[in-house]
């Protein structure tokens, strides 16, 4: 273990919590901190490398987690950071009216590029777009949520809408009927990157390889999501696409490492939609690609992010 220095410039209330869990097989650049008895401890100074053993070392000691200071990365001159908290008290909130028809036009035209062959199926997933709408106008702080997102990272807000509508196509395509169950997944698509709320501007539009310390901020997004949302009343289904829209059936995403089988059926769904959604849209650092090219893509290089079942529904989905 490396040796312990008081740090006397922060508090812990200042820092911000990071899974150990999260650092396994990684190295960071940046100071890490244990909390030991409220006062923060430096533990680890840059560069550091997290092997497995440490980690179940700190573990034993009685360690989940250790904080940093988000405010001491180099190069640190955005202020956005920690300031952006959504309203989310218990405040009569007016209905944000353009954030609901950004929802509304978003979902219509996405739907529009797709093959959605059962005059039932495509009224059934404009009956879970409707309700969609309706949901967020009865719940406004929620969507107060989602208008902060549209003025901090605007690609990501269209962007969940596009996988919101993607999801619900390919979720009743795979033969979720259930209109309760299809307003659980759109839900969870369109709120699935909400966590984006607490990472820089700066580093979600950055467009060259990400510092170490980045890619901790970006990597606590699906947790972040979690956290921001807690104040609502959202559905175990909901919930878990949040957290596990990044795992991966090859057991290498995050935060939990899940396999196959453990990530829910509804998460690998939203999964492939918001790789697909990303591969689609026009991005700075990125080709954008046509549908088809799109899904060849993901067959040929991404096959191990995404499972099968929900691409062979995407498939059908976006065939002429
Ligand atoms: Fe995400």
């Known amino acids: 273990m490396p040796a312990k220095t ?21 190295t960071t650049d940046f ?14 100074d840059g560069p550091y490398e997290w092997s497995i053993a440490e980690i179940e070392k700190l573990h034993e000691d009685g360690f989940s987690v250790l904080f940093y200071d988000p405010k001491a990365r180099n190069n640190a001159d955005s202020l956005e950071y920690g300031k952006i908290e ?35 199926s495509a009224a059934k997933i404009s009956a879970v777009f409707d309700d969609l709408v309706v949901f967020l106008t009865s719940y406004p702080q929620l969507t107060a949520v989602l208008r902060d997102l549209s003025h901090h990272d605007t690609y990501t807000f269209f962007h969940s809408i596009r996988t919101c509508a993607l999801s619900v196509a390919i979720a009743e395509d795979l033969g979720v009927k259930d209109e309760d169950h299809l307003h659980d997944i759109a839900l969870g698509a369109v709120l699935h990157d909400i966590g984006h ?34 104040e609502f009343e959202i559905s175990p289904t909901t919930k878990a696409i949040i957290i596990q829209h990044h795992e991966r059936p090859d057991g290498k995403g995050y935060p939990f490492s899940l ?26 650092y990125q080709r954008q690609l046509n549908k088809t090219s799109a899904v060849a893509f993901i067959r040929q290089n991404l096959s ?17």
């Open 6 to 26: 008081l740090e006397k410039a922060s508090s812990i209330e200042s820092l911000r919590p990071l899974e150990l869990d999260e650092l396994e097989g990684r």
């Open 31 to 44: 100071q890490l901190y244990l909390d030991i008895a409220g006062k923060p401890v430096l533990y680890a």
């Open 86 to 120: 959504p309203m989310i008290d218990d405040a009569v909130v007016e209905v944000p009216s353009e954030v609901l028809s950004h929802v509304r036009d978003g979902l219509s035209s996405t739907i529009a590029t797709l093959n959605v062959q059962s005059p039932v």
């Open 197 to 230: 709320l607490k990472v820089e501007r700066e580093i979600l539009e950055k467009q060259g390889a990400l510092t170490s310390m980045e890619w901790v901020q970006v990597r606590q997004h699906p947790r972040q999501s979690i956290e921001l949302l807690e």
């Open 259 to 284: 396999t196959c089988d453990e990530i829910c059926p509804e998460a690998r769904i939203v999964n492939l939609a918001d790789i697909f959604a990303a591969l689609t849209s026009p991005r700075p």
């Open 304 to 320: 191990e992010f995404v499972a099968p079942v929900p691409l062979a529904s995407l498939e059908t989905l976006i065939a002429d």
